[in-house]
């Protein structure tokens, strides 16, 4: 009977051990909140008609290389959930 109480502890050990190192581990690694096609639609409204590269990263969208129709070429950083400009830097022509 002893024996058997001695490897329930062990086990149970064992498996909060597991699980405390397997949680710190997915932390931080979320998906994007929202779908790229739904940015792109931002962006859109914002009146770009193109841009290069749209990636998230840190709780943002990034995009490079967004052209208005006058041609103007912009960098711009937009806050996931709503969708607000953080950041807009314009490109040298």
Do not use: Q
């Not at 581990?25 to 979320?30: F, L, N, Y």
């Not at 995009?63 to 806050?79: F, M, P, Q, S, T």
């Amino acid at each position: 009977m002893i024996d058997v109480s001695r490897i329930v502890r062990l086990a149970s050990a064992v498996a909060v051990l597991g699980i405390a190192t397997a949680i710190p581990a997915s932390a931080g690694h979320r998906a994007p909140p929202e779908d790229p096609a739904i940015v792109a639609e931002r962006l859109r409204h914002m009146g770009f008609v193109e841009w290069r590269d749209l990636r998230w990263s840190h709780g943002y969208w990034k995009v490079n290389d967004a052209r208005r129709e006058n041609g103007h070429v912009y960098d711009l950083k937009i806050e996931a959930g709503s969708f607000d400009l953080v950041k807009l830097t314009r490109e040298r022509d």
